[in-house]
């Protein structure tokens, strides 16, 4: 097992490097491709039992509506001041004009999204609650699913997948978002990857763990810590870097990128090192979205000449963003971003005197 040792010095050179490039940095270009949905949050007080049924009722005081999954690494895009070429499909119905609308609002261009006809826009609603004078932070209660039994027709998929490649030629990186609700097929995510290695493009995937052989070829792909721990037990490997070597070298991967909420970040690369970078925040207010900060962070900085270590330490920040934001408030954007890491970096730079 090979640690990469970044001494405390050597990440605050590439914390301020990160920085001047957030600052400067004007003429990316994402491919983004993946399903989208709706995340609607319901909060309000749970202070009673329901009379009939030991369940609490939540009182709601307050409804919040957002673009999810692959909208929603959409809007951290654009709001990082990069173009995005986005590629997806809603129902023609009021939840997908809800997500178009978010979309509008922070500039996406939205011409590379399918609207289809009699289709259920996939909608995922969070009841949170809290005791009223009591409990400060909301805890969630519920959690619904609403998606098109039918999923997304062949030939849409298809039409998605042929418009993105041809965007491929000039764009900075390639974002492929794939919850398995039918916009990625392993034959669309090859496509993309194998359009993007003809003009070195890296590409950044969130895969499903039972798509996995949809992202071979990937530049980074992103787990969530138990996600890895899944597989290394399937695999039966003592340790997550034997796992992730195992995988690397399986689906010919670059790099594994894990998010460990608040214990940071860590890179299993491609050549055998890790690279651990812990996060900022010891209380974290929620985790919603720490896979599209991650996604963005990545895209962006591979886009603008980083390699992955650096890469990875920039999505460490961005992770820090959404750990610390409230609940419904997880857009990644420069300011947030360029803010978390002077944070990061001020408090590196007083630990190392």
Same mark, same amino acid.
């Given at each position: 097992m090979a640690d990469l040792?970044?001494?405390?010095?050597?990440?605050?050179?590439?914390?301020?490097?990160?920085?001047?490039?957030?600052?400067?940095?004007?003429?990316?270009?994402?491919?983004?491709?993946?399903?989208?949905?709706?995340?609607?949050?319901?909060?309000?007080?749970?202070?009673?039992?329901?009379?009939?049924?030991?369940?609490?009722?939540l009182k709601i005081t307050h409804t919040e509506e957002n673009a999810g999954a692959a909208a929603h690494i959409a809007q951290s895009l654009s709001s990082l001041g990069i173009t995005v070429d986005?590629?997806?499909?809603?129902?023609?119905?009021?939840?997908?004009?809800?997500?178009?609308?978010n979309l509008k609002k922070l500039e996406v261009n939205i011409t590379g999204v399918q609207v289809i006809e009699n289709h259920l826009t996939m909608v995922k609603t969070r009841y949170f609650g809290s005791r009223e004078s009591l409990l400060d932070r909301p805890q969630i209660m519920l959690q619904t699913d609403i998606e098109d039994p039918g999923g997304i027709p062949n030939y849409i998929s298809s039409r998605i997948r042929d418009d993105a490649v041809?965007?491929?030629?000039?764009?900075?990186?390639?974002v492929i978002s794939d919850y398995d609700k039918g916009v990625i097929s392993k034959e669309s995510a090859q496509c993309l990857i194998q359009e993007a290695s003809k003009h070195n493009i890296p590409v950044i995937m969130d895969p499903k763990l039972t798509g996995l052989d949809r992202s071979s070829g990937a530049t980074v792909v992103i787990f969530e810590r138990r996600g890895l721990d899944l597989l290394r037990r399937r695999l039966g490997n003592e340790n997550a870097h034997d796992a992730a070597?195992?995988?690397?070298?399986?689906?010919?991967?670059?790099? $594994?990128?894990?998010?460990?909420?608040?214990?940071?970040?860590?890179l299993y690369h491609g050549d055998g090192s890790i690279v651990h970078t812990p996060?900022?925040?010891?209380?974290?207010?929620?985790?919603?979205?720490?896979?599209?900060?991650?996604?963005?962070?990545i895209s962006f900085a591979l886009g603008n000449g980083h390699n992955l270590v650096e890469s990875s330490i920039l999505a460490s920040a961005a992770c820090d963003c959404i750990l610390e934001s409230k609940h419904g408030d997880s857009i990644?954007?420069?300011?947030?971003?360029?803010?978390?890491?002077?944070?990061?970096?001020?408090?590196?730079? $007083?630990?190392?005197?």
């Open positions: 040792d970044v001494s405390v010095r050597d990440r605050i050179s590439i914390l301020k490097r990160l920085s001047e490039t957030l600052g400067t940095s004007d003429n990316e270009r994402v491919v983004l491709i993946g399903d989208v949905m709706l995340d609607r949050y319901h909060h309000g007080y749970a202070n009673n039992l329901n009379s009939t049924a030991p369940v609490p009722v986005f590629h997806t499909a809603v129902g023609k119905d009021v939840d997908g004009d809800t997500i178009l609308n041809q965007n491929v030629e000039g764009s900075t990186a390639i070597m195992e995988l690397v070298k399986e689906h010919g991967w670059g790099a $594994i990128l894990v998010l460990g909420g608040n214990t940071g970040v860590t996060s900022s925040i010891v209380n974290p207010r929620q985790q919603i979205g720490l896979h599209d900060a991650a996604a963005s962070a990644l954007t420069r300011e947030s971003l360029m803010l978390r890491i002077d944070e990061i970096t001020w408090t590196m730079q $007083i630990s190392d005197r």
